[in-house]
Nanobody, 115 residues
Framework: QVQLVESGGGLVQPGGSLRLSCAASGSSFSIIYMGWYRQAPGKQRELVGGITSGGRPNYVDSVKGRFTISRDNAKNTVYLQMNSLKPEDTAVYYC?????????WGQGTQVTVSS
């Protein structure tokens, strides 16, 4: 299993920005893919986006143009830059890391967009 530590969540006003960070450690295998998911109250967990081992990001349509996923050069940290936040972005955001043999999740970090 990969240990994932998330940070950066909090309360912001509509139109504001947040940057989430997910630091990975403890893996004996190369991380192939890291993704961000979110789960709003009463809803299923959904994919926000992710980034491949080659550094190629992808996003769902609802966040495309507002969110940006990036990683550091050591491939041990992934970021989710969230701009122009909307109330419907309110959710617990989870980091996911995949290797050839494991699929790991972070503890989740709360993002609340409210005035």
């Amino acid at each position: 299993q990969v240990q994932l530590v998330e940070s950066g969540g909090g309360l912001v006003q509509p139109g504001g920005s947040l940057r989430l960070s997910c630091a990975a450690s403890g893996s004996s295998f190369s991380i192939i893919y890291m993704g961000w998911y979110r789960q709003a109250p009463g809803k299923q967990r959904e994919l926000v986006g992710g980034i491949t081992s080659g550094g190629r990001p992808n996003y769902v349509d609802s966040v495309k143009g507002r969110f940006t996923i990036s990683r550091d050069n050591a491939k041990n940290t992934v970021y989710l830059q969230m701009n122009s936040l909307k109330p419907e972005d309110t959710a617990v955001y989870y980091c996911n890391a995949r290797t050839l043999v494991t699929n790991s999740w972070g503890q989740g970090t709360q993002v609340t967009v409210s005035s």
